[in-house]
């Protein structure tokens, strides 16, 4: 297991950057994602910055701990995924969103590594536990983004059948209206089927 004074000294930098690296990545998912980069209310883009800072202090916590990320410490993701959800950010741009901020927190240990050789050995040693971190996450993610949109956006299925759920508030979703997609040339799935 990593040096436990080199992995404190990553939890300490990640902490001292807290806000730079959380403004960082805004600059980059502004820059790498159209949807993003057409946000122009404040407020979102706050969430935005503080959604990032929160998953860096998740991970800052894994790693001081030694131990893989809880569903319970990823709970913070879902008001930040159901608004982004609400606001109309595709699945995949908030997705992509999600590893440009896991990127820049790795460039980060990354570049302290290069001035610390301790803290090199630690960030290697800790690179399982950080790609953990980051599987969790994602993964909790998109199940988190897909809570509130399946009560009130289209979906497409792998296979492309549109499907939509209306839901009451407060109840469980209705079942699925399946629209099956036109049919394709020398298909013979005219019926919509997977």
């Known amino acids: 297991m990593p040096g436990v004074v080199a992995i404190e000294r ?41 959604h990032v800072a929160e998953n860096h202090d998740a991970l800052r ?11 319970q410490e990823l709970a913070f993701i879902g008001p930040h995924a159901a608004l982004r959800a609400r606001r109309g950010v ?24 290069d001035e610390d050789l301790e803290a090199r050995a630690a960030a290697l040693d800790a690179a399982r536990l950080i790609m953990e971190f980051i599987d969790h996450a994602s993964t909790h993610a998109a199940q988190a983004y897909l809570e509130p949109s399946s009560c009130s956006l289209p979906r497409v299925t792998a296979c492309g059948v549109t499907c939509s759920r209306t ?23 005219g019926d919509g089927a997977c």
């Open 10 to 50: 990553i939890a300490a930098m990640l902490a001292a950057r807290r806000a730079e690296l959380a403004d960082e990545s805004l600059r980059e998912i502004r820059a790498a994602i159209p949807a993003y980069s057409a946000i122009d209310d404040p407020v979102i883009l706050a969430d935005v910055t503080e």
């Open 61 to 71: 916590s894994s790693l001081l701990r030694a131990q893989p990320v809880t569903a």
């Open 90 to 113: 595709p699945l995949a741009d908030f997705l992509q969103a999600f590893r440009i901020g896991h990127r820049v927190i790795w460039d980060a240990i990354v570049s302290l590594a």
């Open 167 to 189: 839901c009451s508030p407060g109840a469980s979703p209705h079942p699925a209206r399946v629209s099956p997609p036109p049919a394709r040339r020398g298909s013979t799935l």
